[in-house]
C-alpha cells in the first residue's frame, strides 16, 4: 500500500483507445512527470487560457477538479513525443481504490500502451500484481469482499441476468443481508453473554426458548441463500445443453439458428460435423452452453468415432438435450436407439424439417420417447425458433430462476461458508433443544457469526483474501 502502482486497465491488442491506470500517493507526481498538457507544440495549455502555460503550473490547470485534460506523454530521457493523450487526476479518497488515481487514455495498440506504460514505471511507479486496485479498494474500505468479487463475476458475465447479478452484488446486496443476518446473532450473543454472566436455573430455561425464536429465522435465511446459490451457478456457468441425433437430421442447422450466425457446417453428406462444438449463447437473458455433438452412428472411420465417443460424454454431462429427429423421413432404427439412451426427464424432442412434407407423426414421436417435450420446427428455415426460446427459458429456467429482487449468491465460497455457518447454527439449535449450558451453545452461534464474516471479509484470514483476487486479471 505505500507503493504506487500502474497497470494497462483495457484488454491489449488493436483498440482506438487504452487507459492506464496508476494508483497511490505518488500517482499525481508520476503523472507529472510524463505527461505535458497541452499541443505538442506547447502553443496554448489545455485549459484553453491561450498562454503558453508550462511545468507544474500548466499541470495543476489542466488537470482541476477532475476534468480529462488533452496533451502528449514524452520521454522523460529524450523528451520525445511518445502519444497524444487525454489524462485525469483523481484525489483520494473519492476514487476507485480509495488512493490518489491517475488515468491516461492514449491510442489502443499494443505498442503506445507499452511505451507509455515502460514511461510510467520508469518514473516511479510498479507494475501492478492481478486484481491490486481492487484489493487496495478493499483494504481501503471503499468495497467489501463480496463486492470485489461481483467485479469479476461482472467482467466476465456472459448473459444479462448474470450481469444484473452481479451488478445487484457490487451495490452492495450481499454485504446487507450478511450485515443483518450478523447482527441479528450478535444481539443473541448478548443474550448469552448476560445470562452467562448471571446464572440461574428459571432464567436459563426462558433464555433457551428466546435463543431459539432468535435463532430460527437466521437459520431459515441462511438456508434460503444457500438454495439461490443453484440460480447463482447457471448465472456463472450457464445451462449445459448437447444437440444429439443421428447423421444429417438439421443438429449443426440448430445450433446456428440459436446462435443467429453460420458457426457450424452445414452440408447434405452425413459425417460433415466430425467433433463437439461448443458455444455460448444467451436465451431470454439466460445463458446457455450449447454443444453440437457428431452425429452418433456406427461408422468405420477412427477420427468420426472419437467424435460420436465425446458426443456420448457430452449428452451425459449436459443438463437439456435437445434430441433432434428428421420429420421429413421415418424414423430409423439408429433414432430408436439413441432415444434408448437418453434421460426423457431432461430431453425435448425436436421434429425438424418442418418446411418439407412431413412424414413422422407426432404419435410415433411419442412413442419414440415417452415422457420427452415435443417440438415441431424448421432449424434451416428459421421456424419455430423463437417458440423453442420461449420453451427453453420456461422449461429448463423456469423451475430454477427466481424473479424479483431477492438476493442470489454466485460464489463458490460464499456458498461454502453459507453453509458451514449453517451447520454451526443448526448445532447451536440441537443444543438448545438437549438443553445445553449456554457456554457451549454461545460456541456454535460465535463460529456461525464469525463464518458469515468471512462472506464480507470482516472476519476472512489472508488466505481467503489472496484466492478471491488471485482470479482478477492485470489492470482491474
Request: net charge negative; charged share 30%.
Amino acid at each position: 500500500m505505500n507503493e504506487t502502482i500502474a497497470a494497462v486497465a483495457t484488454a491489449y491488442g488493436e483498440g482506438g483507445i487504452g487507459i492506464i491506470r496508476i494508483s497511490g500517493d505518488r500517482a499525481g507526481e508520476i503523472l507529472a512527470k510524463v505527461f505535458v498538457p497541452g499541443k505538442a507544440e506547447n502553443d496554448g495549455c489545455a485549459d484553453g487560457c491561450g498562454e503558453k502555460c508550462s511545468g507544474a503550473a500548466a499541470f495543476e490547470t489542466a488537470l482541476a477538479g477532475r476534468r480529462l485534460a488533452y496533451g502528449t506523454v514524452r520521454s522523460m530521457e529524450s523528451g520525445n513525443v511518445l502519444d497524444e493523450a487525454m489524462a485525469v487526476f483523481m484525489r483520494g479518497p473519492k476514487t476507485y481504490t480509495g488512493e490518489d488515481v491517475a488515468e491516461i487514455q492514449c491510442h489502443g495498440s499494443v505498442i503506445s500502451l507499452r511505451q507509455v506504460l515502460d514511461e510510467i514505471l520508469a518514473a516511479g511507479a510498479r507494475l501492478a500484481e492481478p486484481g491490486e486496485f481492487t484489493r487496495r479498494a478493499f483494504l481501503s474500505g471503499r468495497l467489501d469482499l463480496s463486492q470485489a468479487e461481483a467485479v469479476i463475476d461482472l467482467i466476465r458475465s456472459e448473459s444479462d441476468k448474470g450481469h444484473e447479478a452481479a451488478l445487484k452484488q457490487l451495490s452492495g446486496s450481499v454485504s446487507l443481508e450478511m450485515k443483518k443476518l450478523r447482527e441479528a446473532l450478535m444481539e443473541q450473543l448478548i443474550l448469552l453473554a448476560v445470562n452467562m454472566d448471571y446464572p440461574d436455573e428459571d432464567i436459563e430455561l426462558a433464555t433457551l426458548e428466546n435463543l431459539k425464536a432468535g435463532l430460527i429465522p437466521v437459520k431459515e435465511q441462511i438456508d434460503s441463500l444457500i438454495a439461490s446459490a443453484e440460480q447463482g451457478k447457471i448465472y456463472r456457468e450457464g445451462i449445459a445443453a448437447a444437440i444429439a441425433g443421428r447423421p444429417n437430421v438439421g443438429k449443426s442447422s440448430l445450433l446456428n439458428a440459436l446462435l443467429k450466425e453460420e458457426r457450424a457446417i452445414v452440408t447434405d453428406i452425413p459425417g460433415t460435423t466430425r467433433d463437439t462444438i461448443e458455444e455460448r449463447v444467451s436465451i431470454g437473458g439466460f445463458p446457455l452452453r450449447l454443444t453440437d455433438t457428431a452425429g452418433i452412428r456406427d461408422t468405420e472411420n477412427v477420427i468420426e468415432r472419437i467424435g460420436i465417443e465425446r458426443s456420448h460424454q457430452a449428452l451425459a454431462e449436459a443438463d437439456v438435450i435437445f434430441f433432434l429427429v428428421d420429420g421429413h423421413e421415418p424414423l430409423t432404427e439408429q433414432d430408436r436407439e439413441l432415444a434408448k439412451s437418453l434421460d426423457a426427464s431432461k430431453t425435448l424432442l425436436l421434429i425438424n424439417k418442418g418446411d418439407l412434407q412431413q412424414v413422422v407423426t407426432r404419435e410415433e414421436a411419442e412413442e419414440l420417447l415417452p415422457g420427452a417435450q415435443i417440438v415441431q420446427l424448421s432449424a434451416k428455415e428459421r421456424q419455430g425458433i423463437a417458440d423453442l426460446e420461449d420453451l427453453i427459458v420456461e422449461r429448463i429456467f423456469g423451475g430454477k430462476m427466481k424473479q424479483g429482487s431477492s438476493t442470489v449468491i454466485t460464489s463458490l465460497r460464499q456458498k461454502d461458508a453459507l453453509r458451514r455457518s449453517g451447520e454451526a447454527l443448526q448445532d447451536a439449535l440441537d443444543a438448545v433443544d438437549r438443553a445445553e449450558t449456554l457456554e457451549l451453545i454461545e460456541v456454535d452461534v460465535r463460529r456461525c457469526w464469525e463464518l458469515l464474516g468471512e462472506i464480507s471479509g470482516e472476519t476472512a484470514s489472508e488466505d481467503i483474501i489472496d484466492r478471491v483476487f488471485e482470479r482478477f486479471c492485470l489492470g482491474k
